[in-house]
């Protein structure tokens, strides 16, 4: 076990060692719970030294991201194994799928979404598979 510590100033009270919340008003303030009225305090990280990548049992597959949607059940999600995860193009678009995974995603003027409806209203949604296909490839194709 790895131990990291320093002494500082009380985040609480900001090291006056009292304590003015809510309640406290006209004047009137508390000892400082955090410090004990100290004004300081112990702060301390507490870690096991990283030896490799564990392994996480009962994990069948792996998505990278959920943008909301009930995983579980016998359902076909996408995902990959344990190892990687990989995008639900089942059941989103590229541009959701990548807003969801802090991806960017380069809209096409002719892309519904990119005027600001939302993604599972969009008119092409129900075929989804032309735009992973637009995604894929980098181009748009009517």
């Not at 990548?53 to 076909?76: A, E, F, Q, R, S």
Request: aromatic share 14%.
């Amino acid at each position: 076990m790895e131990r990291f510590e320093i002494d500082a100033t009380c985040p609480k009270c900001h090291g006056s060692g009292i304590y003015q919340g809510m309640a406290e008003r006209d004047g009137f303030a508390v000892q400082c719970y955090s410090c004990n009225g100290e004004g300081h305090k112990l702060l301390f990280l507490e870690w096991e030294p990283f030896a490799g990548k564990l392994c996480k049992t009962g994990v069948k597959t792996v998505v990278k991201v959920n943008p909301g949607i009930m995983l579980g059940g016998d359902h076909h999600f996408g995902g990959m194994g344990y190892s990687d995860g990989h995008e639900m193009r089942l059941y989103t678009c590229p541009a959701w799928w990548l807003q969801c995974a802090g991806g960017s995603y380069k809209f096409s003027d002719k892309c519904p979404t990119h005027a600001g409806s939302k993604f599972s209203s969009c008119p092409k949604f129900a075929d989804k598979a032309f735009c992973w296909m637009h995604h894929d490839t980098g181009r748009y194709v009517e």
